[in-house]
């Protein structure tokens, strides 16, 4: 299995300006006119383009090797118990679940040794 690729911290257009505290760090794309990031100089930076994508095998994948199955109900998490071994996919719960569910999904996810992310 291959690694996931490193990549260089994206910054906000015009970062380093006065009212910094108001720019969030998320990345926007560079609108500006004369904005010396819009025109790809080295100076302001990298921007996220399509080489820095992961290969196929390894997208998705967390850190911890495994990946991560979103369940909203007790369907999804049978055929997610069927489909993959518990060493090999983490188990998250929706947030529209209950905690009446919830409680049932965990206890039957556990039971199989399968990780919840956030019981």
Request: charge should be positive.
């Amino acid at each position: 299995m291959a690694s996931k690729k490193m990549h260089p911290k994206f910054n906000v257009p015009n970062f380093g300006t006065k009212s910094r505290k108001r720019v969030l760090e998320r990345w926007r794309k560079q609108r500006g006119q004369d904005s010396k990031k819009r025109i790809k100089k080295a100076f302001a930076g990298a921007e996220p383009m399509i080489g820095y994508k992961n290969p196929a095998s390894v997208s998705g994948v967390r850190q911890s090797g495994r990946r991560l199955v979103l369940v909203r109900n007790a369907q999804e998490l049978g055929s997610a118990m069927l489909n993959n071994k518990p060493d090999s996919i983490d188990v998250a719960f929706a947030k529209s679940l209950g905690k009446r569910k919830r409680s049932e999904l965990a206890v039957a996810a556990s039971a199989k040794g399968f990780r919840i992310v956030n019981a």
